[in-house]
């Protein structure tokens, strides 16, 4: 089963950057992820929202590189790096065409064989500071 539970998340990442038409077979109706916007609807529409159409408005040439994935029980651990062009506005930080690499860990619960829930960490001041060109 750890095994599948982590080919699940891989395929949530491919679907998120190439495919979201594949959605509803990896993330479950309710699905919330924790670290996306207050308004976003749960479940398959704000996945697609928020790859379809918030990061996109930020970040362009999208690659999201996994490093490792650990798996225990319902849970997946996704250590990863997106790698993107910052080519629109964020946080009043004007689009200035920059190179970003972003390290993460997201943390996946699965139920009923797909993806249930999701929280994120990342280094947003690390973010910020490539975005200005610091």
Known sequence: MSEDNKNL???YYQAVLSDLSKIEAIVAPDFVDHHFPPQMP???QGV???FGNVLPS?????????????????KVDCHFVLLAKHTGEFAG????????R??????????????????EIFDSGD??????GE
Do not use: Y
């Open 9 to 11: 998340v891989r395929n």
């Open 42 to 44: 749960a479940g398959p």
């Open 48 to 50: 697609r929202e928020f």
């Open 58 to 74: 930020i970040f362009s040439e999208m690659k999201i590189e996994i490093g490792f994935l650990l798996a225990e029980g319902d």
């Open 93 to 100: 930080i004007p689009a200035r065409g920059l190179a970003i």
């Open 102 to 119: 972003c390290p993460a860990i997201s943390t996946f619960r699965i139920a009923g064989g797909v993806l249930a829930e999701a929280w």
């Open 127 to 132: 973010l910020l500071r490539q975005m200005r």
